[in-house]
């Protein structure tokens, strides 16, 4: 892969994160953190595993820390870690429905919320912040994947 694709798919999610960062201060009050970053994330391992080692999550992850101000490893950490789990089962997600890779999908961005404000903020940790998360992730990763498979399509000519 050329060096230009790895640089679209990082301002796609550094984009991702832009948003979150925008919509996730009006929705903080109804309980519910969108993590529209880590799913696009997610979503590209999930897509090319082939292309994706442990050496770029590492640079992605230096990259939104870096654009970000977050604490300096921590979506290093996620991003390495993501990746890992998500090559380790990328065959046996091949054949899940669309409602078991939204389970899974939404239970590691529920992971990567509850282990951010256990480090970075934990007077302000919440299981309802955390369970509204859930359900509003489960149904924002079919979106995403919608949306995203075909910019993948659109860009990379993939068929």
């Known amino acids: 892969m050329k060096l230009s694709n790895y640089l679209i798919i990082l301002i796609s999610i550094i984009?991702?994160?832009?948003?979150?960062?925008?919509?996730?201060?009006?929705?903080?009050?109804l309980f519910i953190e969108l993590?529209?970053?880590?799913?696009?994330?997610?979503?590209?391992?999930?897509?090319?595993?082939?292309?994706?080692?442990?050496?770029?999550p590492l640079i992605y992850g230096l990259?939104?820390?870096?654009?970000?101000?977050?604490a300096f490893g921590f979506n290093m950490l996620f991003f390495?870690?993501?990746?890992?789990?998500?090559?380790?089962?990328?065959?046996?997600?091949r054949i899940f429905s669309y409602f078991q890779l939204s389970v899974f999908f939404a239970g590691s961005s529920v992971f990567y919320i509850a282990c951010k404000y256990l480090l970075l903020s934990p007077l302000n940790?919440?299981?309802?912040?955390?369970?509204?998360?859930?359900?509003?992730n489960a149904i924002l990763w079919v979106g995403i994947y919608y949306v995203m498979r075909s910019f993948r399509r659109y860009i990379f000519q993939v068929t």
């Open 63 to 70: 990259v939104i820390d870096l654009f970000f101000s977050t």
């Open 15 to 29: 984009l991702g994160f832009c948003i979150d960062t925008f919509i996730n201060q009006f929705t903080v009050q």
């Open 125 to 136: 940790y919440s299981y309802i912040l955390l369970i509204v998360s859930f359900l509003t």
């Open 80 to 93: 390495v870690a993501t990746s890992y789990v998500i090559h380790l089962y990328v065959f046996r997600f």
């Open 35 to 56: 993590n529209f970053g880590f799913l696009i994330f997610s979503y590209w391992i999930f897509a090319m595993p082939e292309r994706f080692h442990s050496f770029i």
